[in-house]
């Protein structure tokens, strides 16, 4: 397959050439604004992606992260670059729409600018052009769709099933999904998706059997030419999130199995083969460089915007691994030209949704109003006003994570607090009101239980040196959940290069070393374990909210973030 590097540079450049200055007026916009979503179809092979929306249906704000460590030979690589060394590797100018869409890079100045992102109404739009542009074409939902907001809790993944029906999804993989639990997760895709939204899924087995769940592919014919999707779960499921809920399934990553499904969906005919994932980029990048025969991989989990495919030589060829973002702020679009029964040539484009410059599909629209009426009087309780930007996205923190932890402390009179390391999450700007659905956006989960324990330095050491290994370890496949846990009043340093078990040091407490043997106040929430269930501690949000009504104002936010050791002049972290 040939890979036209400099045709993917230039469509890049001349996107964000179309690209709104901050200084640029409204009449140029809405001309560069056309000329940006006017994608002409290439070849005869096209996918459409979306991953990670988490139940966002309205248009969000959402902040890059400033801190996207690589370590190791991941060090200066997609997809660990941030900020200024972000456009420079992706030929991104400063100051353009691309630049606010891809990092944070003056983000509060630019989204006042630029406005919200994503919003179904606007994707439907999107969607729509680009399959009449593209016959043939398929959507591909990479999962966490049915998590992440009120609606998504209050319906049980209803709305959203909902949503990607009409949005007009094609075939999804899972991750979040499963928090649902087992029957909740069969009953939509055995009804609601039955004959319309195919879910696959190659590495989830019954734990009795080792029967398949769900289909592994599907082959559809598109333009007279064989296309195989291969569906791949998070692999870490039952370890990220409660293995309680999904107690009759194994996941894991299949590696062998994989490459055997490959193998027979091309014994069948495929010419084109391409995997669903949700594995999470850096997995993506050393699964392609294992297994034959993958034209591309769509990846997800990770919530990387990747606006050029990376590709990746194996056995059989090469891969491109790609990942859209999150929060329906992306669709990626990938259009082959087969010819000779096998793929010569490609072009990519990631599409960032811009909710002002796109108009809403109107059957959308009534959709998102009908599933929110019932609850819009709850969702927009105001709770409190912030004065600072709350953001989630980082390695080791955000400032609704802050805002998390001290109200965790405050409320549940403790030392510490934890937060897990969630990805998910929107943005709120200085001066708006934090309403219970920007509070849900942050903590809409089917495990919601605040706890409170007593632990040992030991027990805390050990903690944090499980979820670092989890997020450092060198190999990929051993990177089981999502960012740092957040921590609060505890203070700390850490080494991610160094191996497992000693990449935490001075933690300290009111300035004073923490104590192995001692005992400390320690409040968190999101448990994984059923006993923790069973305890029926109080939910996140009410807690928040509680908090958030007592100080009625969120004042200038400090992170409480651990000084990190060797990681000067790496391009996955950046100064605010």
Known sequence: MSINRREFLQTLAIASAGGLSLNSDFAFAQESAKKFYELPKF???HLLHFTDCHAQLLPIYFREPNVNLGIGIQQGRTPHLVGEYFLKANGIPAGT???HAFTYLNFTEAAKTYGKVGGFAHLSTLVKQMKASRPGSLLLDGGDTWQGSGTALWTNGQDMADAALALGVDIMTAHWEMTLGEERVMEIVNKDFKGKIEFLAQNIKTSDFGDPVFPAYTIRKMNGIPVAIIGQAFPYTPIANPGYMVPNWTFGIQEENLQKTIDEAKGKGAKVVVLLSHNGMDVDLKLASRVSGLHAIFGGHTHDGVPIPVQVKNPGGMTLVTNAGSNGKYLGVLDFDVKGGKPVDFKYKLMPIFSNLIPEDKSMSTLIQKIRKPYESKLQEKLAVTDSLLYRRGNFNGSFDQVILDGLMAQKNAEIAFSPGFRWGT?????QTITMENLLDQTAITYPYTTVNMMTGETIKTILEDVADNLFN?????????????VGGLHYTIDPAASMGNRISEMRLNGNLIDANKSYKVAGWAPVSEAAKNLGGEPIWDVIAR??????TVKAVKLNEPVIKGVSGNPGIAPI
């Open 43 to 45: 070849g005869n092979v």
């Open 97 to 99: 729409r691309d630049a």
């Open 547 to 552: 908090h958030l009504r007592d100080i009625k």
């Open 427 to 431: 943005t709120l700007l200085p001066g």
């Open 474 to 486: 060198p190999d990929p496949y051993y990177q089981q959940g999502g960012d740092m846990v957040r």
